[in-house]
Structure formats: structure tokens, C-alpha cells
């Protein structure tokens, strides 16, 4: 991935940490999508068949780079119209078995990256952080891909999360 940084990094005020949002060019990757509809409060029974699906076929996160499409703000709307997709990079596809899951890509481009380094539930401020206040004044047009997630399983600790935000631009 090549990057840049950018000038857009600052703080969201009060307590927030210090945020470094940086110009990458994300390499078009090929996933396993299994994708979530309806209640945010149920995304944990679609991440258990999800990580079923990834043991049957050797694709662990060590293997395997862990992606989310997120397609809504889980604030936003009824419980029931929330979409986020659950992805595993493949490089080929396999036996979808009886999960349904499907293979997609995410194309190459340039992207906006923040990494939010914390606790899971504090992973929406990051998200907002780039979206209303880094990228109204960024200059920047976005692309016509949602905003999707890395995760790095490996990389986190019990109470704290890496997770990686990537905003595609135009």
C-alpha cells in the first residue's frame, strides 16, 4: 500500500487522542464477503458463523486479512435495515458450504486511512472523526465504495482494538 501523510490530522477536541489521518492506495483485494442484515445487536451470531466458515477452509486472520463493509451507521434508521459485510481476503474462491457467502473485491484506490488503536465501542468516534470532521475540510471528493474496515487481530490486546478506517476518495 502506498501512502502519504497528510495535514489532516488533529485532535477532535477535548479527551480525543491525537489523529493522524493519512493518503494510502489500497491494493484491490479479492474477499470472502458474509454479509450481516438487521439488528446491530445481532452482528456477534453473524461473526460466529462467519469465523466457522473461515476455520473450515484455513483462512485465519494470520492467514487471512480481516475486513468489514460498513454500508450503514448503526445509529442511523430502524435496527432492522443495517447492512455491514464480514470479509476474509482469498486468493481464490472456495466451497461457500451452506453460509451463503459470496466473493467479491475491493477495488484499488486512493483511500483516506485513520487507525483507531482502543476499545471497540470507542471505534464509531473514529469513524465519525474522519467523516465529519476530516473529510469536509480535507478538499477531497469521495470515491462510490462504502467505507470499510482492516482488523488486526494479532495486533490487539484483550481490551483494545487496531482497526484500520479506510475512506475511498475520488
Known amino acids: 500500500m502506498n501512502d502519504r501523510d497528510n495535514a489532516g490530522s488533529g485532535s477532535a477536541g477535548g479527551e480525543q487522542p491525537e489523529r493522524e489521518v493519512r493518503i494510502v492506495t489500497f491494493p484491490e483485494t479479492k474477499i470472502a464477503v458474509f454479509r450481516h442484515r438487521g439488528d446491530p445487536a445481532r452482528i456477534a451470531e453473524s461473526v460466529r458463523r462467519f469465523v466457522e466458515w473461515r476455520k473450515e477452509h484455513g483462512l485465519s486472520p494470520a492467514k487471512s486479512a480481516t475486513f468489514n463493509i460498513i454500508y450503514d451507521s448503526p445509529d442511523a434508521g430502524p435496527p432492522e435495515s443495517f447492512r455491514l459485510d464480514l470479509c476474509a481476503a482469498v486468493d481464490s474462491e472456495y466451497d461457500t458450504g451452506k453460509c451463503g457467502m459470496l466473493f467479491r473485491s475491493i477495488p484499488e484506490g486512493r483511500c483516506a486511512m485513520l487507525r483507531h488503536a482502543g476499545p471497540d465501542d470507542r471505534l464509531g468516534e473514529s469513524v465519525r472523526y474522519l467523516v465529519l ?17 482492516q482488523r488486526y487481530p494479532e495486533r490487539s490486546a484483550a481490551a483494545e482494538s487496531v482497526v484500520d478506517i479506510f475512506l475511498p476518495l475520488a
Open 133 to 149: 470532521q476530516w473529510f469536509p475540510s480535507s478538499g477531497e471528493e469521495r470515491r462510490n465504495f462504502p467505507i470499510f474496515l
